[in-house]
């Protein structure tokens, strides 16, 4: 009897990463990772930076050559949709008919742009997720000098905005925050970035979009509302024809308002719970041999004593290497006689483990780097020091029921950065964090 | 085991440098990733392994 495979769903970083581990952890059975895109495993931080600003190619994205994914020994189905999950079974199916019962599966199946109503199907309208995505905005941004409005104005819509204006187009960014990426990173940060987008000359706006104005099927403008209704994200839309009172003209724009979990094609299966993500134990669990990785994952973080999802490049790799342990770990003891599983082992079984990471995530906005550990939303307190406001150098510290649980460093040093790590490695009381953070700051 | 990087891909995370500080450290000024020994002793190999595993920028490449 032969084992029956493991697979991986998601062939991005958390997936890639997942696979990697369950092969370093001594799986040498069948091993299969799915992935809907027909490119081979690409890393997607560089898509609203290196990539779309034109100093990469998509060859540079690869996050393993072709002799490390051939050394995984990977049935590697891509341009494959997983369609269903049986979850009793562990059973999958594919969008070409397939169905594949499985010992265990993980899925990092990430999450997808959201978009607005009126925005399907005119030309000149972007989202910026995937390498297709990234190479047709920078298709469109050929030249210089052209109209682009960025609808949203978190960490992607920023990033966006400071490759464009490098690149020399007309850039206006609207979200219905008045000040940018405020919801991920406090006020005070977020207006030391909006001077900064400013100074590079970014139009900043405060509106909802209202619809879009389009001749002969291609965009020619935004359409705002004069007042921001609350709901969708922030962000509503009438759709194209509808509404509005200021216009923008653009003959782009790029809609960066979020993203919402591909768990669509887990269906509605009971034993799942799928709302915001495939919700998890604290071991990366969602049900008996099935995990979950990455940007889609909801779990309960152990230190933190309450689920959370991330959407950092960080976690991905962090959580994909997690859930591979504790699958294996959970299969080993499973292993009733005749499943195999052992004659497809080599080792000894990893020991299940917590996920407990630290989390971690960065963004480059002009010649700014943001580099924030722990918990920066949903914050009820935060103390940002500005070290020097030209040089866009600052500290902040957040904090939630009288403990820090997350800092930001803005333009610091590295190795001040790595000692802002320990601060908040675990969530401290806020007057001792506050001191930690003065003395891992006070030289330079 | 012998080690190289694509140095300019990194974005200064310093993942690298948590797990296995004896063989990577980082830039002062811009914190991009140095290596120290590019031919590790054995007992460096499973933080090295880890390290290349983790690294949000696919900077690191083990050779076994
Ligand atoms: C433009 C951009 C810039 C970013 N910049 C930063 C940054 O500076 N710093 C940072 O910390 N993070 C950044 N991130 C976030 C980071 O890239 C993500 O957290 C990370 O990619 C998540 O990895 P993942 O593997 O969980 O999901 P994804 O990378 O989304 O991969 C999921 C994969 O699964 C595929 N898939 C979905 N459904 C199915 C299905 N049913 N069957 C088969 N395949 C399927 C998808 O097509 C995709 O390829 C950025 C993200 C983007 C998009
Ligand atoms: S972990 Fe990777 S990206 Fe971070 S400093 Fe090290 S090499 Fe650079």
């Given amino acids: 009897m032969t084992a029956r495979p493991l697979a991986v769903v998601g062939a991005s970083a958390a997936g890639l990463a997942a696979a990697e581990a369950l092969r370093r952890l001594g799986w040498r059975g069948p091993l299969t990772l799915i992935g809907d895109e027909p490119h081979l495993p690409y890393d997607r931080p560089p ?12 060859e540079r994205l690869l996050l393993r050559g072709k002799d490390q994914l051939d050394a995984l020994a990977l049935d590697l189905r891509l341009g494959t949709r997983a369609t269903g999950l049986d979850a009793a079974t562990r059973t999958l199916t594919l969008d070409n008919g397939e169905t594949l019962a499985c010992a265990g599966v993980i899925i990092a199946t990430g999450v997808a742009a959201r978009t607005l109503p009126g925005a399907e199907g005119l030309t000149g309208v972007h989202t910026l997720r995937t390498l297709d995505d990234a190479l047709a905005l920078r298709a469109r941004l050929t030249g210089t000098g052209h109209r682009l409005v960025i609808v949203g104005n978190g960490v992607l819509g920023c990033e966006a905005a400071a490759v464009a204006r490098e690149l020399g187009h007309d850039v206006t960014l609207v979200g219905v925050e008045p000040i940018p990426m405020a919801a991920a990173v406090g006020t005070e940060i977020g207006e030391l970035l909006a001077e900064e987008h400013r100074a590079h000359g970014v139009t900043l706006h405060t509106a909802a979009v209202a619809g879009f104005d389009a001749s002969g099927g291609a965009v020619t403008g935004v359409r705002l509302a004069n007042e921001g209704p609350p709901g969708n994200g922030g962000v509503a839309a009438g759709g194209a024809g509808t509404g509005g009172s200021t216009r923008l003209p653009a003959d782009t724009v790029l809609l960066a308002i979020g993203s919402t979990p591909a768990v669509g094609w887990l269906g509605d299966d009971p034993v799942l719970d799928t709302s915001d993500g495939l919700r998890c134990d604290a071991y990366c ?41 504790n699958m294996l770990a959970e299969l080993a003891a499973a292993d009733a006689a005749g499943s195999a599983f052992a004659d497809a082992f080599e080792g000894a079984p990893p020991e299940r483990r917590p996920f407990a990471p630290v989390p971690y995530f960065w963004s480059d906005q002009y010649a700014v780097k943001l580099q924030a550990y722990g918990l920066t939303t ?49 969530p401290v009381p806020w007057e001792e964090a506050r001191e930690r953070v003065r003395a891992a700051t006070a030289a330079g | ?51 290349a595993a983790i690294c949000p920028a696919a900077v690191i490449e083990v050779h076994e």
């Fill in chain 1, 47 to 58: 898509l609203s930076k290196q990539l779309l600003h034109g100093t990469w190619e998509p």
């Fill in chain 1, 285 to 325: 669990g969602a049900a008996p041999g099935i995990y979950a990785a990455g940007d889609v994952a909801r779990w309960e973080h152990p230190v933190h004593g309450r689920p959370v999802r991330f959407e950092h490049r960080m976690n991905a790799s962090e959580q994909g290497m997690a859930a591979a342990r």
């Fill in chain 1, 378 to 426: 949903g914050a009820d307190r935060v103390e940002t020091t500005v070290l020097d406001r030209a040089g866009c150098r600052a500290v902040a510290l957040y904090g939630r029921d009288g403990h820090a649980v997350g800092v930001l460093a803005a333009g610091l040093p590295p190795r001040q950065v790595r000692g802002l790590r320990a601060v908040i490695a675990a």
């Fill in chain 2, 1 to 51: 085991m012998k080690i190289t990087l694509d140095a300019d891909k990194c974005c200064a995370a310093g993942q690298c440098v948590l797990v296995a500080p004896e063989v990577f450290d980082q830039r002062d000024e811009d914190g991009i990733v140095v290596l120290l020994d590019a031919e590790p002793p054995a007992d460096q190999h499973e933080a090295v392994r880890e390290a």
